[in-house]
């Protein structure tokens, strides 16, 4: 069978797995709306994180990811999306040893020392494996599952229902752009040759942090679906939270993340767009490993420009300021009502960098605070016509979430207004360009259209 035709038939598969749980839900769902019943979102919810949960990949990576972004999907999805898991069944020792041999040739077991039978880690495009090389060294070889190209167009066709239907129930966010955004994206992160270059990306980028640890792609043992790096010892930091560290570490593992992603992306424009607890480890010495590439995405020094007018228009309650950088962002049609409750959301967000002392990132005890910042954001936006958010904004602002959920997590007690200032001082956005295209072409990283 040819490979057009596997992945045409695996594309069928997948979609029929998950259309009668996204298909029926938003049946009743439309029902709801055109019969004026309330229905039971919440089990409705439910239906769809069991669907979900039994799935590997792309669909649950996605469901996690809109989880987190405020009014993608309704509060009731929202809530049991959050609570799914990367835990597919990993590929058993057969069928390793033949993806192995799909990607670097029959003979590949001669060229370890030594291949590890069982997985060391699952994720939801992939397993990992630890392996050593002839010369001694540890390395972590991360093996995409089969057929993952047309589990991930099945998904993004799902996708597309799922938000499809909910832009008809409520029209406040419209997320046509977030779909795009979301597809690329998730495209990208099956090219792991794509990924080896923007791990060597990050290792340029935080070459002078050394509280931050990035492994080394070995080329020679890496494909497109295939990727082998140095292994990184560390530990899970879900694990270390549980053994309830000092405070003093609990910072420095805070500061490290905030370097970690923050240094990249005010100095070269580049995000991690992939922050939750399964993408980094804890080392003994309170530095962390950072792992998992595919999620990156590179701005344009004027959006970086756009973020920074932003804080600096909250800081000073400048409107106009303000207006420019949602401008700069990519929002069209922002009125001076739709401007008050962006800023409601940018408010939220700032805060913790406008505060010049030591705190917590959040200072009240309600693990909802976000959540119902989000709603009155979305009420307000829905009363005053609704807003399209640019391909930009997506990544962004799961980033700020998701480490704002860590740092939440760690309890982290540090100035977060003195770190972002001095990340910002003296910016210039020639200087970001420049810094930007010279380590992309070093790295081998494709530059963005």
Known sequence: MSDNRSSFLG????????SSAVGGIAARLAGERVFGVRGDRAGHAED????LGGLKGPLMKVAQFLATVPDALPAEYAAELAELQANAPPMGWSFVRRRMASELGPEWEGRFGEFSRSAAAAASLGQVH?????????VACKLQYPDMPST??????????AMAVYRRIDNAIDQEDVFTE????????????REAAQMRLYRLMLANEPTVQVPVPVEALSTRRLLTMTWLDGRSLLQRLQEDP????RNRIAEALFRAWYVPLYRYGVIHGDPHLGNYQARPDGSVNLLDFGAIRVFPARFIRGVIDLYEAVRDGDE???????????FTNVSREKLAVLNQWAQFLYEPLLDDRVRRIQENDDPQFGRTVAEQVHAGLKRTGGVRPPREFVLMDRSAIGLGSVFLRLRAELNWSRLFRELIAGFDTEALAARQAAALAEAGVPTPA
Do not use: I, M, N
């Open 48 to 51: 769809l994180r069991a669907v």
């Open 182 to 193: 979301l597809r690329e994206r998730l495209r990208e992160e099956l090219d792991y040759l």
């Open 11 to 18: 594309e069928v598969r997948r979609f029929a797995r998950t």
């Open 152 to 161: 991930v167009e099945a998904d993004l066709r799902q996708l597309k229902l």
């Open 130 to 138: 630890r392996a050593r090389l002839l010369d001694g060294s540890e």
């Open 320 to 330: 106009a300021k303000s207006h420019h950088a949602y401008e700069a962002w990519g």
């Open 246 to 249: 000092p405070q003093e570490e």
